[in-house]
């Protein structure tokens, strides 16, 4: 593996973690309401789960 590769591989797998950052960053609780804290919320109704 050379330095390009390396280099490329890096900014792949870093910007990936600053996006998961992001979504982590938003549930976080403020003094408003925010509607991103219940968008990953799953309910099972009559056997079925839904998202």
Known sequence: MNSQE???KFQ???TKI???FK???QGIR???P???LVENIKVES???LLH
């Open 46 to 48: 009559y056997g079925i």
């Open 34 to 36: 925010n509607t991103l």
């Open 23 to 25: 979504v982590s960053i």
């Open 18 to 20: 600053t996006q998961d």
């Open 30 to 32: 403020t003094s408003r």
């Open 12 to 14: 792949e797998i870093s």
């Open 6 to 8: 390396i280099i490329k």
